[in-house]
C-alpha cells in the first residue's frame, strides 16, 4: 500500500477510457479500475450490451459496443494506462492520500487498499432491469435500454417500451420516428409520466398502451425478437397475452453507481454525483467526475466521453497545482 497513484480512474466505459487517454497523455501514469467483471455493466460499461453503435463520430459504418470500448481500451494502453480488473467499494476522503478499497467482484472482501493523490470517478449509471433471465440473454439481440441509440435498428416493425414515466413515454415518441407500432406496457391503469407527455403519447396514432401488464417473458428470434409474453395485473390479474414485437425497450430508469461514496460526496436527491456546473469538480477536493455517474440527462457515449475529457484535464491541473506529476 505504500506506493501512491497519482490518479486512480474508477471506471472503464467512455468516461473513464477517455479520461484514462488525457491522464496518461498528460504523463500521469493513472491506474484504471475496471469494474466488477461479474456484472454485465462490469468492464467497458453499458456499451458491452450494444451491438450495432451507429451514431458515435469517425465510424460511418457503425461498429459494435465490445470493439468500441476494446478501440478505447487499446488507445489508453497505448499511451500509458495501467488497468486493474476489480471494483471500488468505498474511498477515505478524510486525509490525503485518498484510500481506495477494491473488490474483485462486489460480493468477495476487500482485496487491496490503493492510494492515490487525485481520484476520477467514471462509476456510470446502471439500467434498472426487470431481472428475467430471457432479459439478459437477449439484451443487445432485441432487448435494449436505450432508444436513441438504437432506435434506428428497428424501422418499420412494431416494437415494446416497458415503463410508465417520463422516460418510457419520451422513448415512446422517439420511436415512432422509425417503427410501426410503438407499444407502451404499463403495469397500472395510470401513467406516472407528465400530463404534456402523457397527452402527446395518447395523441399519436402509432402508440398503443397495454394497460394493467408485465411481462414474463422475450423470446428471440432470427436476430431480434419474436415476441412477448405478457401478464395481466389489476383487474386483468389471470389474462395471457402474446404480442409480437421486434424490439423492446426497458424503461423504468437509471440507478447511478454512487452507493459506495461517503457522506462527504454531495448527491442529488436521485442519488446522481453533484459537480461544479460546466466543470467536474466534486464537494471533495482532488476528486472528479465524469459522465453517467452525474449526467442522467443525455447518456450518450459521445456525452460521456467529453465529460472524461474535462475530468482529466480538470485533474491534470489540479495536481499541477498541488506540484504533484512530471
Given amino acids: 500500500m505504500d506506493e501512491v497513484e497519482n490518479v486512480i480512474i474508477v471506471g472503464s466505459g467512455p468516461a473513464g477510457l477517455t479520461s484514462s487517454i488525457y491522464c496518461a497523455r498528460g504523463n500521469l501514469?493513472?491506474?484504471?479500475?475496471?469494474?466488477?467483471?461479474?456484472?454485465?455493466?462490469?468492464?467497458?460499461?453499458?456499451?458491452?450490451?450494444?451491438?450495432?453503435?451507429?451514431?458515435?463520430?469517425?465510424?460511418?459504418?457503425?461498429?459494435?459496443?465490445?470493439?468500441?470500448m476494446q478501440r478505447f481500451r487499446a488507445q489508453a494502453e497505448r499511451f500509458g494506462t495501467r488497468f486493474k480488473v476489480g471494483m471500488i467499494s468505498a474511498i477515505e476522503t478524510d486525509s490525503r492520500p485518498f484510500k481506495l478499497h477494491l473488490r474483485e467482484t462486489a460480493d468477495a472482501p476487500v482485496s487491496e487498499i490503493l492510494q492515490a493523490h487525485a481520484v476520477i470517478l467514471a462509476t456510470g449509471a446502471s439500467a434498472r432491469l426487470l431481472g428475467l433471465e430471457s432479459e439478459s440473454r437477449l439484451m443487445g439481440h432485441g432487448v435494449t435500454t436505450c432508444a436513441t441509440c438504437d432506435g434506428a435498428f428497428f424501422r418499420d416493425v412494431p416494437v415494446a417500451v416497458i415503463g410508465g414515466g417520463d422516460s418510457a413515454v419520451e422513448e415512446a415518441n422517439f420511436l415512432t420516428r422509425f417503427a410501426s407500432k410503438v407499444y407502451v406496457i404499463h403495469r397500472r391503469d395510470k401513467l406516472r409520466a407528465s400530463a404534456i407527455m402523457v397527452d402527446r403519447?395518447?395523441?399519436?396514432?402509432?402508440?398503443?398502451?397495454?394497460?394493467?401488464?408485465?411481462?414474463?417473458?422475450?423470446?428471440?428470434?432470427?436476430?431480434?425478437?419474436?415476441?412477448?409474453?405478457?401478464?395481466?395485473?389489476?383487474?386483468?390479474?389471470?389474462?395471457?397475452?402474446?404480442?409480437?414485437?421486434?424490439?423492446?425497450?426497458?424503461a423504468i430508469g437509471h440507478i447511478p453507481n454512487t452507493r459506495f461514496l461517503g457522506e462527504r460526496f454531495e448527491q442529488a436527491a436521485d442519488g446522481y454525483l453533484k459537480v461544479e456546473a460546466g466543470g467536474s469538480r466534486t464537494t471533495v477536493e482532488g476528486i472528479f467526475g465524469a459522465g453517467d455517474?452525474?449526467?442522467?440527462?443525455?447518456?450518450?457515449?459521445?456525452?460521456?466521453?467529453?465529460?472524461?475529457?474535462?475530468?482529466?484535464?480538470?485533474?491534470?491541473?489540479?495536481?499541477?497545482?498541488?506540484?504533484?506529476g512530471d
Avoid at 395481466?232 to 424490439?247: A, I, M, N, P, Q
Avoid at 472524461?308 to 491541473?317: E, H, N
Fill in 293 to 324: 455517474v452525474h449526467d442522467s440527462h443525455y447518456r450518450q457515449a459521445i456525452t460521456a466521453a467529453g465529460a472524461g475529457c474535462k475530468a482529466a484535464l480538470d485533474c491534470s491541473r489540479w495536481l499541477e497545482a498541488q506540484g504533484i
Fill in 29 to 68: 501514469r493513472p491506474l484504471c479500475i475496471e469494474g466488477d467483471p461479474s456484472k454485465v455493466d462490469g468492464p467497458g460499461g453499458q456499451l458491452m450490451m450494444t451491438t450495432d453503435v451507429e451514431n458515435y463520430p469517425g465510424f460511418p459504418e457503425g461498429v459494435q459496443g465490445p470493439d468500441l
Fill in 201 to 250: 403519447a395518447l395523441a399519436n396514432p402509432k402508440i398503443e398502451i397495454k394497460w394493467n401488464r408485465t411481462v414474463r417473458e422475450f423470446v428471440g428470434g432470427e436476430r431480434f425478437l419474436s415476441h412477448m409474453m405478457l401478464d395481466g395485473t389489476h383487474e386483468d390479474e389471470g389474462v395471457s397475452e402474446k404480442l409480437d414485437v421486434t424490439g423492446a425497450f426497458v
